[in-house]
């Protein structure tokens, strides 16, 4: 009996493990494996305790199925997490996307992008951030993992069956978010494009690659400047649904 809210509490916090793991930092920077363990452990037990112990599942301290629940409950909480990354991953890749397209071409990257390497998609994943927390959604991941207890309390917690399915449509949605966001940048780049392939026809002196990497510069950065409410209008639809497909991948084992 005393080992039970003890053994609720780390369940809590394996899942819990995957929510702070998408917690957005400036600079692509991770938080501290001592800090990221205790706030799985404060988040987890706050919201275990919350559970009635009659709901929870027969937790024993042997071996076997203790690391079966355990497993169990840290995959549900990565692949809750992972859902949430991606929604702030599509903003860094739409600005790689948009670097290419106004002539800023960095190393290609393959992690969270740092502003030292890649300025433009540092920035655009900074600014998803921003609005992740400014238009409260946050507040919608938090209330979606408190509900994922309700569905499968601690130490029944599971992926869903549909889980493959949810976490397929995901990335899916990363790579059209990414390409809506970047889709008037594309466009500018290939109006530019066609219209001094057709100067350069007609003027064949001119030096067309010049005049045209400036000018792409120069609109790419325009169109940039007013471009925060066209990427606000899309991340806020994708973080508004970012809780319901959390609780989708939820499953009772």
């Known amino acids: 009996m ?20 998408i917690l957005p930092l400036p600079g692509g920077r991770g938080l501290p494996t001592p800090l990221r363990a205790a ?17 929870a599942g027969p937790l024993s301290p042997a071996t076997p199925e ?27 890749l ?21 502003p030292a390497q ?23 991941v938090l209330a979606a993992f408190a509900r994922s207890f309700e569905i499968a309390p601690p130490g029944l917690g599971g992926l869903s069956p549909g889980a493959s399915e949810t976490l397929t449509g995901a990335v899916a949605t990363l790579l059209a978010l990414a390409l809506r966001i970047a889709a008037p940048f594309i466009a500018l780049n290939f109006v530019i ?20 990497y400036a000018l792409r510069s120069i609109m790419g950065f325009t169109l940039l400047a007013g471009a925060g409410a066209l990427i606000a209008r899309y ?3 994708a973080f508004y649904q970012l809780p319901w497909t959390m609780l989708e991948l939820v499953g009772r084992r």
């Open 2 to 21: 005393p080992w039970e809210p003890f053994l609720a509490t780390l369940m809590g916090a394996l899942r819990a493990l995957g929510i702070v793991m």
């Open 39 to 55: 706030l799985s452990f404060l988040l987890g037990g706050a919201l275990t305790a919350a559970v009635p112990m009659t709901a």
């Open 66 to 92: 203790l690391l079966i629940a355990g497993v169990h409950e840290l995959l549900l909480g990565l692949a809750m997490g992972l859902t949430g990354r991606i929604v702030l991953s599509s903003a860094e």
């Open 94 to 114: 739409a600005g790689r996307v948009i670097a290419g397209e106004v002539g800023l071409n960095a190393a290609p990257g393959f992690d969270v992008p740092v």
């Open 118 to 140: 890649e300025p433009l998609p540092s920035f655009t994943g900074m600014f998803a951030g921003l609005l992740f927390f400014v238009t409260n959604s946050h507040e919608g």
């Open 193 to 212: 494009t066609l219209g001094f392939s057709i100067l350069g026809r007609a003027v064949p002196k001119m030096n067309v690659f010049i005049i045209s």
């Open 235 to 237: 991340l806020s639809g």
